[in-house]
């Protein structure tokens, strides 16, 4: 099995394709958002071409009104990499979504049920305030989570509060399936000079709104997407619907969203980097696929 991470716009994509090629590999996605069907353009979602190509897995399995988690991911990821075993086939799980890859990996951590009353508390509370008691009680909580999202900051905190530990050090409830000997998994990150990424997400972020992430996003409206607390958030869409409701103009919605694409790819590098030990493979600057492909395979079948 190869896992392939690293910051949203660094190229796993096209990477698990040349791979999968290589491989007679399928592609296990790990993305929070392309499970959602309609999430398209703002998810950089695979095109039909190229899901026609290589399989994918773990993309467009939940409506936009339907609610996913951790564990529906789990249980539909480890479906597909035993069905990719029986066919002889390599997993590649590729995407961003560091919690999707531990809970794979090691399991679902332990947490309580939800208390009305201290979420209502919470949700009444400025969110600088939350996220000072969150920096103090969790430091390492706080710089790894989406700070934008009062949702995932108060479920935080509250999970800190009902037990008194926290968030980042919940243990797991379940163990993940024991390692097959004849099996191993290379886990790779992609990692990019600053400069590079971040232009790579300025010219990404003006093509989705040029390929029409405003009018996917009325259509997602219409289908139920404000009622989705999870899929409401992703990134791109929350700041359209925000422009919908005239929150702001357009030049300003596509700036922001570059700087909320560039705030979380320094979270997922922070995330992986201290979560996993990962292969690191720079990739320079206007490097070809291929290049960064045989570093990959060099990582996954040395000599």
């Given amino acids: 099995m190869i896992a392939l991470a690293g910051p949203t716009a660094a190229g796993k994509s096209a990477i698990a394709l040349l791979l999968a090629d290589k491989l007679d590999g399928e592609i296990v996605s790990v993305d929070s958002m392309q499970v959602y069907r309609g999430l398209d353009i703002g998810t950089a979602k695979p095109s039909k071409q190229q899901q026609a190509r290589v399989p994918h897995h773990l993309i467009d399995v939940a409506d936009v009104n339907e609610s996913f988690d951790a564990a529906r991911f789990v ?9 990719i075993h029986q066919r002889g086939g390599v997993p590649i799980l590729c995407g961003g979504t560091g919690f999707y890859f531990q809970a794979f990996f090691e399991g679902l951590g332990e947490a309580p049920p939800s208390d009305s009353a201290l979420r209502a508390e919470l949700a009444a509370t400025p969110l600088p305030e939350l996220l000072r008691e969150l ?7 706080y710089e790894t989570i989406d700070r934008q999202n009062p949702r995932r900051v108060i479920r935080a905190l509250e999970v800190i509060r009902l037990t008194g530990k926290p968030f980042s050090q919940q243990r797991s409830d379940w163990q993940a399936p024991a390692a097959d000997p004849q099996l191993s998994t290379v886990f790779c990150g992609l990692s990019r000079l600053a400069a590079d990424l971040h232009q790579r997400i300025d010219i990404r972020v003006e093509a989705i709104f040029r390929r029409g992430l405003v009018a996917e996003t009325e259509q997602l409206l219409k289908r139920g997407l404000a009622l989705n607390k999870t899929a409401v958030q992703a990134l791109g869409y929350r700041q359209t619907v925000e422009y919908l409701a005239s929150v702001r103009s357009l030049p300003e919605t596509i700036e922001l969203v570059k700087i909320r694409t560039r705030q979380l790819a320094k979270r997922q590098l922070t995330w992986f980097r201290r979560q996993f030990q990962l292969t690191w493979i ?3 600057p206007q490097e070809h696929a291929e290049v960064t492909t045989e570093a ?6 040395p000599p």
Avoid: C, K, M, Y
Avoid at 75 to 83: C, D, F, N
Avoid at 296 to 301: C, G, K, R
């Fill in 75 to 83: 249980q539909l990821a480890r479906e597909a990499v035993a069905g």
């Fill in 282 to 284: 720079n990739i320079s």
């Fill in 296 to 301: 990959v395979l060099n990582a996954a079948l």
């Fill in 135 to 141: 920096a103090g009680r969790d430091p390492v909580t």
